[in-house]
């Protein structure tokens, strides 16, 4: 087979024509540990400056909590493609969990600091891994007519954890401390542990490919950097740099170096793939739907987390709403959005992923387009309505984008595409988050200068960062036309028509 066939051999066993049950209790186990290790990763947005002063650090230490945990995903998702390869399903799910629970009960008694710090990296890690094991199992379990209905679910977990983690931070800490935020983790991800080390069974096959030690280490320092430069510019909240003046220069020096060490390690891949040892197959981007996919979901990503860094900004500073106020006001589209998965899954399996991606598409580019015309004035109740209509466009092509993108390819590449898409979001989410909030913050000091009022300024900003993100969400409704539904076949794997 070459390098660039991407149909489906023949000759292969067939795949089941309903799901195995004992597959399903697997994707059951992993969507529950997937929503608990997302809600923690977005609970800390509320809680730094609390830390900071609780702890007695500076601002600009205390981002670091959210700033590593970011930097060590991006680090740790790109060896995903080859973990989940040399590791069996119960294996890669103890080692997930287990750094996660252990994370979880450092940042729980942790004295200062440093040790929450550490405790922070390690969730990561386990988090790291706990995405892109869901979608590959989802992919090598559930035949390709229900993949829709599946997929609906882990859009549930994507889209309703990140919003209902700055809401549950918030009120934990109206009435207890933040170390309550991880007790409140903890015994779920326990009981998820537990139950995976006494029923998880073993899924697939797994291989034993050499590791490129080379492959990991310029995937950490260009990923890693990747991440670490976007953070740096646009700092990871409040619209503030985390360093000095100089920091954008250095940042932008360290995301060009990064970019560098990228194409390094883009061509160790391919050489590598080759023999199929590769960190990282990028044989995935034969497949031209996988492509395109992938394009729409590094928009939608950027454009959802940027979102839900800078519309609580421009809530809390130009509208003058408190910070439990503000996700209260993201809460409902993100049920919504949730609630609606497994409608779009269904829809996915009947129609195919178009006619709902491209409607989608333009909700998301249309609620920007009206972002872009924020006051300080704006009533609440529009903000409410608008953040629902941009959740229902952001379930109608989350959905559809997980199963066209994955089901492009072969069995043996799930894991390696998988991986990409998760290193998508996590680097276009950082991108998100940087752009908007330097552009917001920017617009906002030269609106000051210029003897603009404060609030004012403020929402002048917002209108700012959110044409940039309507003009990119155009791209992402164009490339949503070129995305088809893969053909069943008898591999259980989708070839693009």
Same mark, same amino acid.
């Given at each position: 087979m070459t390098a660039t066939d991407m149909s489906p051999r023949t000759g292969s066993v067939p795949a089941a024509p309903e799901i195995d049950p004992k597959g399903m209790r697997v994707v059951w186990l992993l969507l529950i540990a997937a929503f608990v290790a997302i809600l923690n990763e977005t609970t800390m947005?509320?809680?730094?400056?609390?830390?900071? +002063?609780?702890?007695? +650090?500076?601002?600009?230490?205390? *981002?670091?909590?959210?700033?590593?945990?970011? $930097?060590?995903?991006?680090?740790?998702?790109?060896?995903?493609?080859?973990?989940? *390869? %040399?590791l069996t399903t119960r294996q890669a799910f103890? =080692?997930?969990?287990?750094?996660?629970?252990?994370?979880?009960?450092?940042?729980?008694?942790?004295?200062?600091?440093?040790?929450?710090?550490?405790? %922070?990296? =390690? *969730?990561?890690?386990?988090?790291?891994?706990?995405?892109?094991? $869901?979608?590959?199992? =989802?992919?090598? =379990?559930?035949?390709?007519?229900?993949r829709g209905r599946i997929m609906g679910r882990v859009g549930i977990v994507i889209s309703l954890a990140p919003a209902i983690g700055p809401t549950l931070a918030g009120v934990l800490l109206d009435i207890a401390n933040w170390r309550w935020i991880f007790g409140t983790v903890l015994p779920f991800a326990v009981v998820a542990l537990v139950i995976g080390i006494r029923l998880l069974t073993n899924l697939g096959e797994t291989s034993r490919a050499p590791l490129d030690v080379f492959s990991v280490v310029l995937s950490a320092l260009a990923f890693g950097g990747l991440v670490f430069g976007l953070t740096q510019i646009g700092g990871s909240h409040g619209g503030e740099t985390t360093a000095t003046a100089e920091s954008p220069v250095l940042a932008i020096a360290i995301i060009a170096g990064s970019v560098v060490l990228l194409a390094g390690f883009i061509w160790r891949q391919i050489v590598l793939q080759r023999i199929d040892d590769a960190l990282l197959d990028l044989r995935v981007f034969a497949s031209r739907n996988f492509t395109m996919s992938i394009v729409v979901m590094g928009i939608l990503s950027l454009a959802m987390f940027g979102t839900f860094t800078a519309l609580p900004l421009y809530m809390q500073n130009v509208v003058g709403l408190s910070a439990t106020e503000s996700g209260l006001i993201v809460l409902p589209g993100a049920i919504v959005m949730g609630l609606l998965g497994p409608i779009i899954g269904r829809i996915y399996d009947a129609r195919g992923p178009r006619v709902t991606l491209i409607p989608g598409t333009m909700l998301v580019a249309g609620v920007m387009a009206f972002y872009a015309t924020l006051t300080e004035g704006t009533p609440v109740v529009a903000l409410v309505i608008a953040q629902t209509v941009m959740s229902v466009g952001m379930a109608m092509s989350f959905t559809p984008i997980f199963s066209a993108s994955l089901g492009s390819l072969q069995r043996r590449f799930y894991s390696h595409g998988s991986a990409v898409l998760n290193t998508l979001q996590q680097v276009a989410g950082a991108a998100g988050v940087a752009v908007l909030i330097t552009t917001m913050s920017s617009v906002s000091a030269a609106q000051e200068a210029s003897g603009v009022a404060e609030l004012a300024a403020g929402a002048a900003g917002a209108r700012a960062a959110f044409l940039f993100s309507a003009i990119v969400a155009i791209v992402a409704v164009v490339a949503a036309f070129f995305v088809r539904k893969p053909v069943d076949n008898p591999e259980g794997v989708g070839a693009a028509h």
């Open positions: 947005s509320i809680a730094i400056p609390h830390l900071n +002063v609780d702890l007695g +650090v500076p601002p600009e230490l205390g *981002q670091w909590l959210t700033s590593a945990f970011m $930097l060590t995903m991006a680090v740790v998702i790109p060896t995903t493609g080859f973990l989940l *390869q %040399r103890v =080692v997930a969990m287990s750094l996660f629970t252990a994370g979880t009960i450092i940042c729980l008694v942790a004295p200062g600091f440093t040790l929450l710090l550490i405790g %922070r990296i =390690v *969730q990561a890690a386990g988090t790291a891994i706990t995405m892109p094991l $869901l979608m590959t199992t =989802v992919m090598s =379990v559930v035949p390709a007519h229900a």
